[in-house]
């Protein structure tokens, strides 16, 4: 048996990996809140800046220890779905802190990660980058959706302005190679939006169809009052699992339009049962390239066979035939 599976056999990852980054105010923590069963970490101490009909259960992280001790937590709770990182910035800054607590030294009892002015080291610099591999890692294997929340940073290219996740260095990288979904939050006039649709203005990722520019929904009126249910990611992660089950049912279709081609190939012996082959093939609905896995199937049948290709009929006819304008070809 073969280790390598069929699209139609692969079996969709239970949660979706996300980035929400933005303006400051913009609500990119209370829009994370919106996914459901939802926790969070929160290592920039901005939860009480959420309003309290929006918050999740959260752990104010006050030592980077205090996340593994989470992660069992998560991992053993059936009951929470997804986990929120406010904010990824931040949460390199506690990676750093217990750098610098647990440093090591060399034989000389110079410390190896940390420079005399305190700061990183490039070895420093490179344990962070583990420890965020590591966290990466180990967090989107638990099966729950996670979404990372970052501020963003403006970057210029002569007098073109563009935003990127403020996330450190190639730390971002790594952590952009994990991500299904990027939305770039803003405020429009009186409206906030998001965007999961890159340009050359700012960094976004969509793998699930998403529209455009999405206006989020109002929650509160300007008497701070609850207007609204605060369940926008849910309809994003339902969308984006909608699109998996919509690619995987599409595979299926495929696969099994593309055993019918081969067992009705098996029928073709002549000229007219090669016909009868390129009528079925053009009432069937295709789906994705099967239109042209059934031309060049009927195309090489034909070839075997001897077969000729008359231009002015459409048609395939027996070599005996001789046709005055015959030519190799196919009609599928």
């Not at 990466?136 to 099966?143: M, N, P, R, S």
């Amino acid at each position: 048996m073969s280790l390598f599976k069929k699209p139609s056999e692969l079996v969709a990852k239970p949660g979706i990996v996300a980035m929400i980054y933005g303006q400051p105010g913009s609500g990119k923590s209370t829009l994370a809140c919106s996914a459901p069963g939802a926790v969070m970490l929160d290592y920039d101490g901005g939860v009480n800046r959420i309003n309290g009909a929006h918050q999740v259960p959260t752990l104010q992280v006050s030592t980077w220890e205090e996340t593994a001790e989470a992660l069992k937590e998560i991992k053993e709770s059936p009951e929470i779905q997804s986990v929120l990182i406010d904010t990824v910035g931040k949460q390199l800054a506690f990676m750093e802190d217990y750098i610098k607590r647990n440093v090591t030294y060399s034989k000389g009892g110079n410390a190896v990660e940390v420079n005399r002015d305190g700061s990183l080291s490039m070895k420093g610099f490179g344990r962070r980058k583990q420890m965020f591999v590591d966290f990466i890692k180990e967090i989107t294997v638990l099966g729950k959706n996670v979404i990372f929340i970052a501020h963003d940073k403006e970057d210029k290219d002569g007098d073109f302005r563009y935003f990127r996740p403020d996330v450190g260095g190639s730390s971002g990288t790594d952590l952009m190679r994990e991500l299904d979904l990027v939305g770039y939050m803003q405020i429009i006039g009186n409206k906030r939006t998001i965007t999961f649709t890159p340009t050359g203005a700012y960094y976004a990722k969509d793998t699930c169809g998403m529209p455009g520019v999405i206006d989020i929904p109002v929650l509160l009126n300007e008497h701070g009052e609850n207007i609204g249910d605060n369940n926008f990611f849910c309809q994003v992660i339902d969308n984006y699992k909608k699109r998996i089950r919509n690619n995987q049912e599409s595979n299926r279709k495929l696969d099994a339009l593309k055993l019918d081609i081969e067992q009705n190939l098996e029928y073709v012996t002549d000229a007219e049962s090669a016909n009868k082959f390129v009528e079925w093939c053009q009432g069937i609905q295709h789906i994705y390239n099967s239109a042209a896995i059934a031309k060049s199937a009927i195309t090489r049948k034909a070839k075997e066979l001897g077969l000729m290709f008359d231009a002015k009929t459409k048609r395939y006819v027996d070599p005996a035939d001789k046709p005055n304008d015959k030519k190799d070809g196919s009609a599928a």
